[in-house]
């Protein structure tokens, strides 16, 4: 079976992920994708990827982790995820592959957008706006909790 890789990388400032658009066919908006070469690892595929398709060091985005997996068509399709702290300019686009990229959220998809979208969408959404679904479960079990009042942060 034939196994392809593909990453979510979501800016943690804006919580948008960015989507690369693809020169070859099919020519739509995608994640940053790729094949595994024979002997590769899903992950090194996805750092290889990283490197050769946006010019980026794999180790400047946090927390590179494979999250789901779905099958179409006799593929095998890994989803990742990883983090940074700011949107930032992609240096070095491979321009054979993809012709522009953005910074996107779930209420602003380009078009056309890949028709397996929603597929690896419904796996990483538990990923998304996470910082704040964290920060809003510390400040319930804060205020739940019989401290005095000098000593909740309301404010976190």
Do not use: C
């Not at 060091?57 to 593929?75: A, F, H, L, W």
Request: charged fraction near 30%; charge should be neutral.
């Amino acid at each position: 079976m034939k196994e392809s890789v593909g990453i979510f990388i979501i800016a943690r400032d804006t919580n948008n992920f960015i989507l690369l658009h693809r020169t070859t066919s099919p020519i739509v908006w995608s994640l940053l994708t790729g094949s595994m070469e024979r002997g590769e690892s899903p992950k090194e595929t996805i750092l290889r990827e990283i490197e050769e398709e946006i010019g980026v060091n794999p180790k400047t985005i946090d927390g590179i982790r494979e999250i789901g997996r779905t099958v179409v068509k006799k593929t095998i399709f890994h989803v990742f995820v990883g983090y940074v702290d700011n949107e930032f300019e992609i240096p070095n686009l491979k321009i054979d592959e993809n012709d522009d990229y953005g910074w996107f959220n779930s209420n602003n998809l380009p078009s056309p957008i890949h028709k397996r979208w929603d597929k690896s969408f419904q796996i990483v959404r538990p990923y998304l706006n996470l910082s704040e679904s964290i920060k809003n479960t510390i400040k319930k079990l804060r205020n739940e909790q019989s401290f005095p009042n000098r000593y909740r942060r309301d404010n976190l």
